[in-house]
């Protein structure tokens, strides 16, 4: 999902030295990976009144503004610096937007929305459910899919947000610890915890699906 580092740090040398448009072209490269954490995350309710390409564009243009502060200190890597100036965005969003009765309103999440229903879900269900004792039937396949929505979405916030980062972002457990403040350790713990729950709720009493669904 995200930009290749080697091309990142490239770019973020060419900002640094001045060099005309490589600004622009290092933030275009971000544009698409931000607006998926943005639908990710996105309350539903929020999202019928906000178009999430205007919190990524607030947010590429706040990244804008403080580039040259990064780049004096990059205490992380950009991508994870952008990851945290867009979900203070959408907390933001979330508190101007998100009327008081509805805070505790169905959990309904964006998870549940297409940005889940791609190649990552499907990756994910394989890591879950052993593909050679499950047929391979377009009905498995949807079935599969509805079931892991709704398992995603019992999952508690902590959980569900690590699954998010390692299985749609494609984000490293490096990658994961820094985000979150926790050791490497810790970071592998708190997934691999958060798989088995989610593999417990997908697949009851390790039950595989079959044809006769």
């Not at 009765?101 to 229903?117: G, H, K, L, M």
């Not at 798989?195 to 417990?200: A, D, G």
């Amino acid at each position: 999902m995200w930009p290749n580092r080697e091309e990142t740090d490239r770019l973020l040398d060419r900002a640094r030295s001045g060099e005309p448009g490589a600004v622009d072209q290092l933030l275009g490269e971000f544009r698409g990976p931000l607006r998926q954490v943005v639908d990710l995350r996105l309350d539903p309710a929020v999202a019928r009144r906000v178009d999430a390409s205007d919190i990524v564009q607030d947010v590429l243009v706040e990244a804008n503004q403080r580039l040259t502060e990064y780049l004096k200190k990059p205490d992380m890597p950009f991508h994870l610096w952008l990851r945290h100036l867009a979900q203070d965005r959408i907390i933001d969003t979330h508190r101007r937007h998100r009327l008081a009765q509805r805070r505790s309103v169905d959990r309904e999440q964006a998870i549940a929305r297409p940005a889940w229903a791609d190649e990552s879900s499907a990756s994910l269900v394989a890591h879950l459910i052993d593909p050679e004792r499950t047929p391979g039937s377009e009905a498995i396949r949807l079935e599969l899919q509805r079931r892991l929505t709704t398992a995603i979405n019992q999952l508690s916030d902590d959980d569900r947000e690590i699954i998010l980062m390692r299985h749609h972002e494609g984000l490293s457990n490096q990658d994961v610890a820094h985000a979150l403040q926790l050791t490497e350790a810790a970071a592998s713990m708190r997934y691999l915890r958060a798989l088995r729950r989610l593999k417990t709720v997908l697949v009851p009493d390790g039950q595989e699906p079959t044809d006769g669904i």
